[in-house]
């Protein structure tokens, strides 16, 4: 579209005469210009002292141009941009007997003096003849305003008065129309023609009956064009509105010399004439947001059809004859007026819903159709498109289930209901492995909410939860404190045994969406994840002087994974005892517990087995003094009763009787003996064990503290621990305690959440480390 299209066109038709003054009006070589010399006349004085030469630039020059021609001109790019849905107003501007009416309607008299409305009408219902892809309807209204009175031109009633519906310009969304208008379908052009003498024979009758002068009245003929797509899924409907209009005659009031009557009549038309002007005066400034239009009846029904999305052609009627030369010169004034308004035509496009509707469920049937038959081409007959059943929604979650398994590679596409179904089993597993994580978490632990006050003092006087409020104990209370260590970061001999369990339930993970059961696969059991404080609980507490602490060290930083990162941590050996004073305060405890068992196990031991020692030296005194009566009696001579029975001294019955008793000490703690060392290996295995989780704990905590968000991300690498259908990230980082400092400061709080949730996200975690 050139700059030029975006203004109203406007043409000036000039109606030939044989009084056509040559010296006054001048054409362009071009066409498009008009220019009007005005002799300077020395009778009128006052004349004198005016302008007399004018030039005037329009779109088009119309002189002694046949109708044809000037409907080519004129209307038939706004009548073909019509019939692709956008709006065109043609008005006919002039004095009367200017050729308005000829040039609109033309002479019924002969077929090619017909006018710019039967041309366009002939334009349309030859259009609709070419049409293949739309359905296109036409209709027809004719309207008349005459002394700021609507009147339906077209209206059976219309012949007996001013009709029986008052009719009223009405402003809606869609724009603006005449209420009570008759608007009537036409299938053929000779329909349309027949409405449109209808029309000029209605208002001939008006003339006579009412007295009306037909040239004071403006005519508004108009064509609505509905053009709907024959394409199944194309609903869309264009409509078009061309106004055509045949004004009345913009004589001065001052020419006519009307009286009375007539008076009135003028001073109607130029009142409603001068407001249009004003209203193209308007709508030339672009500075102008009000625009008044409901000043007059003509510029109300013209509000959307002068500019803006509305195709608009000026047409202005002037007569050649010197004596007219003042309206000629008003009609052209009005005619570059009308050039100054800029239009930006847009297409009619609606969406009627109900019929989108019916029109889509036509096209589905269509491309179901056409499915079946690419499928039947292809040998793919089992293909349905229909929802899919009971039983094939079962089969399909079962397919799901055995790929998770790993019973099958791949699951076969079939068809987007079938794929949409998979996403839909996957998105049911994922979530029901949430809510199962999620339950056991709580079946063993007792999650408190961090705000619920009450509860956590509750918990913190059962000793349930340490002052950070993060600490979660077991629900029976019995066993809490420790939590679950699978593996260690440190790489040791001792750790094969969980690493083992972690591939089985990393083997066992990819199958743990099954059941509750084997979702807790991958926890570890409860030997392997606590220390039951009732293990250490062992007979005698005896309580030791030794701190138990010195002989436990966590591993120098140096050697540290994370010695490379930006983060300044804390020196392990400092670390180490804010974590033994912290969330390590449970598993240090045990851990002096156990020490301090075992050292009194072995002090009892080495006192017992002085005393054996003791005992035995006795013995063998006793031995040897027994072998010394022994001897002494044999020199003297033995004694025996007259039962044959040896007769011995009191001292030596004695020593027999203390030996007895020695022995018997002996034995006793010669067992306490055996039973303290098999104690004491015990207690050494235990403080081992507790040494080691206490270490490898420290380990996890410090790397976890201070260093865990680079080996997370390192887990959720492509290629990394996270494997699809496992515990969503977020889900893990909601349950533990992620979103700690760097600097260590509550780094702890969450711990134990933390870690036991990633054990149960990710059972194997820490395996590459260990490999
Ligand atoms: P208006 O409607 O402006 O009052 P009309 O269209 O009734 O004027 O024209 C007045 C007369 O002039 C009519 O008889 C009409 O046939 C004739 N006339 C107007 N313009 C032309 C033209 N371009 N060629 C031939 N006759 C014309
Ligand atoms: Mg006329």
């Not at 409020?469 to 440190?490: A, C, I, N, W, Y």
């Not at 670390?575 to 004073?581: G, I, L, N, V």
């Not at 490898?696 to 492509?718: G, R, T, V």
């Amino acid at each position: 579209m050139d700059a030029a299209e975006k203004k109203v066109r406007a043409f000036v038709r000039v109606k030939p005469t044989a009084d056509f003054a040559q010296d006054m009006i001048k054409f362009g070589p071009d066409n498009k210009s008009i220019d009007i010399y005005i002799k300077k006349d020395a009778r009128k004085g006052v004349v004198n002292n005016r302008q007399t030469d004018w030039s005037f630039r329009l779109d088009g020059v119309l002189h002694n141009a046949s109708q044809e021609l000037a409907y080519e001109t004129v209307a038939q790019k706004l009548m073909s941009d019509a019939l692709v849905g956008y709006n065109g107003t043609i008005m006919c501007y002039g004095q009367t007997g200017a050729g308005k009416t000829y040039t609109m309607t033309g002479a019924t008299a002969e077929y090619k003096h017909r006018g710019l409305i039967p041309r366009a009408i002939q334009q349309v219902f030859k259009a609709i003849a070419r049409s293949v892809d739309s359905f296109i309807t036409v209709r027809i209204s004719y309207l008349e305003i005459y002394n700021e009175t609507l009147f339906d031109l077209l209206s059976p009633t219309t012949s007996s008065a001013t009709g029986d519906v008052p009719m009223a310009v009405v402003d809606c969304p869609r724009g603006v129309y005449v209420k009570g208008l008759s608007v009537h379908p036409v299938s053929h052009e000779e329909d349309a023609l027949n409405l449109l003498f209808e029309g000029e024979t209605n208002r001939v009758i008006a003339e006579h009956s009412l007295n009306k002068n037909s040239s004071r009245s403006h005519c508004i003929f108009t064509i609505y064009i509905e053009s709907r797509c024959r394409v199944f899924s194309d609903v869309r409907c264009i409509n078009s509105k061309i106004n055509l209009i045949d004004l009345a005659g913009s004589e001065r009031l001052s020419k006519t010399g009307s009286e009375g009557q007539v008076l009135k009549e003028a001073t109607y038309i130029n009142k409603s004439l001068s407001f249009l002007e004003q209203i193209v005066i308007a709508l030339a400034d672009p500075k102008r947001d009000h625009i008044p239009f409901r000043q007059s009846k003509l510029t109300h029904v013209l509000k959307d059809s002068l500019g803006g999305k509305c195709n608009t052609v000026l047409v202005a009627n002037i007569c050649g004859e010197a004596l007219h030369v003042e309206e000629t010169l008003s009609s052209l004034r009005f005619a570059t007026r009308m050039k100054w308004i800029t239009t930006e035509p847009v297409i009619n496009v609606t969406c009627d819903p109900e019929e989108t509707v019916r029109a889509l469920e036509k096209e589905i049937i269509l491309l179901k159709q056409e499915l079946a038959m690419h499928n039947n081409l292809v040998n793919r007959s089992l293909v349905t498109y229909d929802p899919l059943t009971d039983v094939q929604i079962a089969e399909i979650k079962s397919q799901v289930h055995k790929y998770l398994q790993g019973a099958i590679d791949e699951i076969d596409i079939m068809n987007i209901r079938q794929v949409q179904e998979v996403f839909k089993q996957f998105k049911l597993i994922v979530r029901q492995q949430e809510h199962e994580v999620e339950a056991r978490l709580r079946s063993k632990y007792a999650l408190i909410d961090k705000n619920d006050f009450a509860a956590i003092a509750a918990a913190q006087k059962a000793g349930v939860v340490d002052v950070d409020r993060h600490l979660m104990g077991k629900k029976d209370g019995q066993e809490f404190g420790t939590r679950t260590t699978p593996v260690s970061p440190k790489p040791d001999g001792k750790k094969k045994k969980s690493r083992k369990s972690s591939e089985q339930s990393k083997k066992e993970g990819t199958r743990s969406y099954l059941s509750g059961r084997e979702v807790a696969a991958p926890l570890p059991s409860k030997s392997q994840v606590t220390i039951p404080t009732r293990d250490l609980d062992v007979k005698e507490r005896a309580r030791s002087e030794d701190t138990a602490n010195t002989d436990v060290q966590p591993s120098k930083p140096a050697s540290a994974e994370g010695s490379q990162r930006p983060s300044s941590p804390p020196s392990k050996p400092v670390a180490f005892e804010q974590f033994k004073e912290e969330c390590g305060s449970e598993i240090s405890r045990i851990f002096k517990e156990n020490k301090s068992i075992l050292l009194a196990r072995k002090k009892r031991s080495s006192t017992v087995a002085r005393r054996i020692n003791f005992i035995k030296q006795e013995m063998e005194d006793i031995k040897k003094a027994l072998e010394a009566q022994r001897q002494e009696r044999w020199q003297q001579g033995e004694y025996v009763d007259e039962k044959g029975h040896l007769i011995i001294d009191e001292n030596e019955f004695l020593l027999i009787m203390k030996m007895k008793d020695l022995k018997e000490e002996y034995r006793s703690a010669y067992a306490e003996l055996q039973d303290l060392k098999a104690e004491i290996q015990y207690c050494q295995h235990l403080v081992d064990r507790c040494r080691n989780k206490l270490v490898a704990e420290f380990e996890i905590w410090y790397s976890e503290s201070f260093l865990i968000p680079a080996y997370a991300q390192k887990a959720l690498k492509p290629g990394g621990n996270i494997r699809p259908g496992m515990i969503p990230i977020n889900r893990v980082m909601c349950l533990g305690g992620w979103q700690r400092n760097a600097g260590g400061q509550g780094a702890e709080s969450s711990y134990l959440e933390t870690h036991l949730a990633l054990t149960l996200a990710f059972p194997w975690r820490g395996q590459n480390r260990t490999r």
